[in-house]
């Protein structure tokens, strides 16, 4: 089992329930699954790009991610319907857990000057972080990147609230950043 998952299992639920007063155990909020999507810059000139994106997201995920395509024509991006322009990957259960661990753990304190993460969740306690490039991932050979690719990564909870979900990802380890109020930190 997941280190994350543990910790979710032993500490975490029995905040959670206590901070709101949950009596069923069901209702407490957990984390669904984690959606990582990369827009691919370029796709149109360059086919391959998309196929080397959906290696790269393959070895960052574990799993293989589904090409993503353009669902109407727009002729001053020079774009097809059906082309292929991005890729995304949907992570549910260990492999979700493991990521999130690895997330929280190595890949955003590797970021240079990282504060935190913005701590805007989108009025039902999801969370969705953007990240400018795929070489903050210890998986990827920064040698072998061909075009530098950024990727949205969406954390979706069962909670009804962004003050439940913005809980629940704060115990769990995301890095929110420290808000400052009047000069003085939170």
């Known amino acids: 089992m997941s280190r994350l998952k543990d910790k979710y299992n032993?500490?975490?639920?029995?905040?959670?329930?206590?901070?709101?007063?949950?009596?069923?155990?069901?209702a407490v909020p957990r984390l669904e699954k984690i959606v990582i999507n990369m827009g691919v810059n370029g796709a149109v000139e360059n086919k391959?790009?998309?196929?080397?994106?959906?290696?790269?997201?393959?070895?960052?995920?574990?799993?293989?991610?589904?090409?993503?395509?353009?669902?109407?024509?727009?002729?001053?991006?020079?774009?097809?319907?059906?082309?292929?322009?991005?890729?995304?990957?949907?992570?549910?259960?260990?492999?979700?857990?493991?990521f999130a661990d690895r997330l929280f753990s190595i890949v955003l304190p590797r970021i240079r000057d990282?504060?935190?993460?913005?701590?805007?969740?989108?009025?039902?306690?999801?969370?969705?972080?953007?990240?400018?490039?795929?070489?903050?991932?210890?998986?990827?050979?920064?040698d072998k990147i061909e075009a530098v690719q950024g990727m949205d990564i969406t954390f979706v909870t069962s909670a009804p609230t962004d003050e439940q979900g913005y809980a629940l990802l704060k115990e769990l380890g995301m890095p929110f950043m420290i808000r400052e109020t009047k000069g003085k930190k939170a």
């Open 48 to 98: 391959n790009r998309v196929e080397t994106a959906a290696k790269d997201l393959a070895i960052i995920a574990g799993q293989r991610p589904t090409i993503r395509k353009a669902k109407q024509a727009i002729s001053g991006f020079k774009l097809r319907e059906n082309m292929p322009i991005g890729c995304a990957v949907t992570l549910r259960h260990a492999r979700m857990w493991e």
């Open 10 to 26: 032993s500490d975490v639920k029995a905040r959670l329930k206590e901070r709101f007063k949950i009596s069923n155990d069901h």
């Open 114 to 142: 990282f504060r935190g993460v913005k701590d805007r969740l989108d009025g039902r306690g999801n969370y969705t972080m953007g990240l400018s490039e795929q070489s903050v991932f210890p998986e990827i050979d920064f």
